[in-house]
């Protein structure tokens, strides 16, 4: 099954399905002499052979393993990669390839953005949140003053992802991906989100109905950064969430809780204040609560451990804020996402109901 998604500096496709890390020569858009891999430990233990094993015997592979983790964004890793993909003789005309999830994706297309002024490469994804990080083309490491401060726009030449890599996925893992999932379905598609409401425990989903979902997460992104590729418009409402998502993820030092997990707080969050934005709407907060529930993310016990006067510094550095206010992705209704400017003073009032309200 492929998916096309164009943008003004490139068209690619996304490929996805069932043992697709087998294949992987035979989905690129041309060819090539030389290819290196950039995985993490966790995954070159998994399915790096596999990537390897599926490359003919013309084409020189060369493979490099940073430790698995976000602490891998990092200057020094990006250097290692550079240093190494030098070594291995890596040429302009060549391929990198990230296997991985978005910490993989975003090192090593970041390389491949800046390798001899930009190499081409793909997405391998292997996890959940990678449906949403793996296309785009944002691609970024962390400097120790903030996340993605360092970064370019470069799309790939493909993504090629394998959904039985996802067998292996660990729970965390799952939620903190699937809550982009939902965020996905909650701006634009009100029967993927009744699909999301229905389904039953993470680890009970059939590779069908999980393939199913990433594709139309996919659909929605693609979309939404075809339109607006630079992030000066509607890309804004992918940020669904992440207000509060990275505000707390910050706080946690990047380590107590995964990205979406995060989110999905912020999400909870954005539900609420809309509920109180738009009274006449029907907006499915109780439904999402539900969902958060059954499916065991941290809610409360999460907004009990940090001080909201430190959250609502992090708040304040926000990409999207203009001037002295704060602006937050919030929903009119499923599917109608819309920005709304918040004073400091009446978002800290929010944020305390709010956690009274989920305590
Ligand atoms: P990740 O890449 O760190 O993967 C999570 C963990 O799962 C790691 O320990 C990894 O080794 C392991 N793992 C990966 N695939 C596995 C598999 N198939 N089986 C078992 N274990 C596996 O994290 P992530 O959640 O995929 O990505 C988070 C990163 O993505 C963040 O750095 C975030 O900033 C970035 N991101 C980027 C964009 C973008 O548009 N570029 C969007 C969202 C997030
Ligand atoms: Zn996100």
């Given at each position: 099954e492929q998916l096309p998604v164009q943008t003004n500096t490139g068209n690619y496709n996304v490929y996805i399905g069932k043992g697709l890390r087998h294949q992987v020569e035979t989905y690129l858009p041309k060819q090539y002499n030389q290819v290196f891999i950039i995985t993490d430990s966790h995954i070159a233990n998994m399915y790096l052979n596999d990537v390897v094993d599926s490359f003919s015997s013309e084409v020189k592979v060369s493979t490099y393993t940073v430790p698995a983790g976000e602490n891998s964004k990092q200057m020094d890793w990006f250097h290692e990669c550079h240093t190494y993909a030098i070594e291995s003789g890596l040429e302009r005309s060549d391929l990198i390839v990230a296997l991985g999830g978005g910490v993989v994706g975003d090192l090593a297309g970041f390389v491949a953005a800046t390798y001899m002024r930009g190499v081409d490469y793909i997405q391998v994804p292997t996890t959940i949140l990678a449906h949403d990080s793996s296309v785009g083309g944002k691609v970024a490491i962390n400097h120790p003053q903030g996340k993605n401060m360092i970064g370019s726009f470069h799309q790939p030449q493909a993504v090629i992802y394998d959904t039985e890599t996802l067998d292996t996925l660990p729970g965390t893992e799952w939620r903190s991906g699937m809550a982009e999932v939902i965020k996905h379905a909650l701006i634009a598609d009100e029967e993927m989100l009744e699909q999301c409401f229905d389904l039953p425990s993470f680890d009970a989903i059939s590779n069908e109905t999980i393939a199913d979902l990433l594709k139309k997460g996919i659909h929605i992104k693609a979309s939404i950064v075809q339109e607006d590729e630079k992030e000066k418009g509607v890309r804004r409402y992918l940020n669904l969430g992440h207000t509060l998502g990275h505000a707390i993820e910050a706080e946690s030092g990047y380590s107590s809780i995964t990205h979406g997990e995060a989110v999905a707080i912020g999400i909870d969050?954005?539900?609420?204040?809309?509920?109180?934005q738009f009274p006449e709407a029907n907006l499915p907060n109780e439904a999402f609560r539900k969902w958060?529930?059954?499916?065991?993310?941290?809610?409360?016990?999460?907004?009990?451990?940090?001080n909201l006067d430190a959250l609502m510094e992090k708040i304040k550095k926000d990409k999207k804020n203009n001037h002295q206010q704060i602006r937050i992705v919030l929903l009119s209704s499923i599917g109608e996402p819309t920005l709304v400017p918040y004073s400091e003073q009446s978002l800290m009032a929010e944020l305390i109901e709010f956690r009274n309200e989920v305590r």
């Open positions: 969050f954005a539900l609420f204040l809309s509920a109180k958060l529930e059954k499916h065991n993310y941290p809610l409360s016990s999460k907004l009990e451990e940090y």
